[in-house]
């Protein structure tokens, strides 16, 4: 069974532009999370996405947005990049919906603002 | 606000020994505790889950429990060695039906042959 794939692995890019990063799920699994890992921070949930629609957010401003395609993949969009938004972006999924179930991590985008 | 604490410190124990990590956490308790493991440059990979009545719980080496007396769970790794270096992180649950993790700082675990 092939894991969590997170696209791409680096990024480096300068202040104000723009990103997108992508992730696909676990064959079969609906829920997708986005979470970013400051240096010092740990992990800070973004995004949960199920069934094509966002069901929760994180405290991060509107500039942080995304969305689910009909095949579950994902995909998170940063606009005017700040130097803070450097960090380690994690995608996971789950097969449920519920808070009992575990979550499934990709191996995360680097991204690099200078 | 809820929050998770773990020990910020690195735990250096010598290979044989058990582990055992702390994870503390504010205001209710969580409906359940996850413990997940995080190598250098990889996503966190999850190893235990335990329910809020749920004294223990078990998986070969790994002992996780949970006392919402003390609003403490508590992470053993018995006979630890060197290959379980890495980085441990607890998260908790929300009670409303989310599905969203909080998790803490997470606390780096050295073990030494």
């Known amino acids: 069974e092939a894991g969590v794939t997170q696209s791409p692995t680096h990024l480096i890019k300068t202040r104000g532009q723009q990103v997108t990063l992508r992730c696909s799920p676990i064959s079969g699994h609906t829920s997708v999370y986005w979470y970013q890992q400051a240096l010092g921070l740990g992990l800070q949930f973004l995004l949960w996405y199920d069934e094509g629609e966002e069901r929760n957010r994180g405290n991060f401003p509107p500039r942080f947005s995304g969305r689910q395609f009909p095949n579950y993949s994902s995909e998170l969009n940063v606009n005017a990049l700040e130097l803070e938004d450097s960090a380690l972006y994690l995608c996971?999924?789950?097969?449920?919906?519920?808070?009992?179930?575990?979550?499934?991590f990709g191996d995360g985008t680097r991204l690099s603002i200078l | 606000s809820q929050k998770i604490e773990q020990n910020s410190e690195a735990l250096n124990i010598q290979e044989g020994k058990t582990a055992t990590l702390t994870c503390n956490y504010t205001n209710y308790s969580p409906a359940y505790l996850q413990w997940y493991r995080q190598d250098p440059g990889r996503g966190p990979v999850f190893l235990l889950l335990i329910r809020e009545n749920e004294k223990e719980k078990r998986k070969e080496r790994l002992k996780v429990t949970f006392d919402t007396t003390l609003k403490q769970s508590l992470f053993h790794i018995t006979a630890s060695q060197p290959a379980d270096s890495a980085t441990y992180l607890c998260a908790r649950t929300q009670r409303s039906g989310y599905s969203t993790l909080t998790f803490g700082k997470g606390t780096m675990l050295l073990v030494s042959p």
């Open positions: 996971a999924s789950s097969s449920q919906t519920g808070n009992n179930q575990p979550q499934h």
